[in-house]
């Protein structure tokens, strides 16, 4: 065999060993890929599940912290309306007590009016007996009218004054010759120390008044 037919027969052997190669090859590169697919999709997989836990825990931080929130809007929410239902009620008492303040210093007057009546008719010359007893009667009137307005200290003045009067009353009204020095002599015992601790708890009131003000 001469050269030339030694190299045709070198080349058809070479051809089955130049493929098996290619096909070795080609499935390393084949297994390869799959290995390098499998690892990204593992890397994947973990990355997502990652994702996924951090994704759930911020969820759940961004619930608390919105519960968080909700909690205390609601807590001021409370707050400011324990001060708005604090500050009404403060201005309804202000309110009351400057009425019933007003009501109790024109009652009082009224009282004073009706005793100042009582003893001028009283202390006159002569007394006229129906005078005494209408004054004395505006005087009763006015006494109950300051039971209900209070306070205690003043009515219970004003109580021992209408029942002095009303002994005054019984004791002189039918003895209109009785001089009046003597009635101004009793006025003076029985009646004027009163007037004067009506006037101290009278005043003792209003300067309450004052100072809750």
């Given at each position: 065999?001469?050269?030339?037919?030694?190299?045709?027969?070198?080349?058809?052997?070479?051809?089955?060993?130049?493929?098996?190669?290619?096909?070795?090859?080609?499935?390393?590169?084949?297994?390869?890929?799959?290995?390098?697919?499998?690892?990204?999709?593992?890397?994947?997989?973990?990355?997502?599940?990652?994702?996924?836990?951090?994704?759930?825990?911020?969820?759940?931080?961004?619930?608390?912290?919105?519960?968080?929130?909700?909690?205390?809007?609601?807590?001021?929410?409370?707050?400011?309306?324990?001060?708005?239902?604090?500050?009404?009620?403060?201005?309804?008492?202000?309110?009351?007590?400057?009425?019933?303040?007003?009501?109790?210093?024109?009652?009082?007057?009224?009282?004073?009016?009706?005793?100042?009546?009582?003893?001028?008719?009283?202390?006159?010359?002569?007394v006229v007996k129906n005078e005494l007893i209408d004054a004395h009667h505006e005087?009763?009137?006015?006494?109950?009218?300051?039971?209900?307005?209070?306070?205690?200290?003043?009515?219970?003045?004003?109580?021992?004054?209408?029942?002095?009067?009303?002994?005054?009353?019984?004791?002189?009204?039918?003895?209109?010759?009785?001089?009046?020095?003597?009635?101004?002599?009793?006025?003076?015992?029985?009646?004027?120390?009163?007037?004067?601790?009506?006037?101290?708890?009278?005043?003792?009131?209003?300067?309450?008044?004052?100072?809750?003000?």
């Open positions: 065999m001469d050269l030339a037919g030694a190299a045709a027969v070198l080349a058809l052997l070479s051809i089955p060993a130049s493929v098996l190669i290619a096909r070795w090859q080609m499935r390393t590169t084949l297994a390869q890929s799959e290995a390098t697919y499998r690892a990204a999709l593992e890397v994947a997989e973990v990355n997502h599940r990652a994702a996924l836990e951090v994704l759930d825990a911020n969820h759940q931080k961004a619930l608390e912290t919105a519960e968080a929130n909700h909690q205390r809007a609601l807590e001021l929410a409370a707050a400011s309306h324990r001060g708005a239902l604090d500050v009404a009620r403060k201005q309804a008492e202000a309110e009351h007590l400057r009425w019933i303040t007003e009501a109790r210093t024109a009652e009082y007057r009224l009282f004073e009016a009706s005793l100042a009546q009582f003893r001028r008719v009283f202390l006159a010359d002569e005087m009763h009137r006015s006494r109950y009218a300051i039971r209900q307005l209070g306070p205690g200290e003043v009515y219970d003045v004003v109580e021992r004054i209408d029942l002095q009067c009303g002994l005054i009353l019984v004791r002189f009204a039918k003895r209109t010759s009785q001089i009046p020095i003597e009635r101004a002599e009793w006025w003076q015992r029985a009646i004027a120390p009163l007037r004067l601790e009506l006037g101290e708890a009278v005043k003792g009131m209003l300067d309450r008044h004052i100072a809750s003000i």
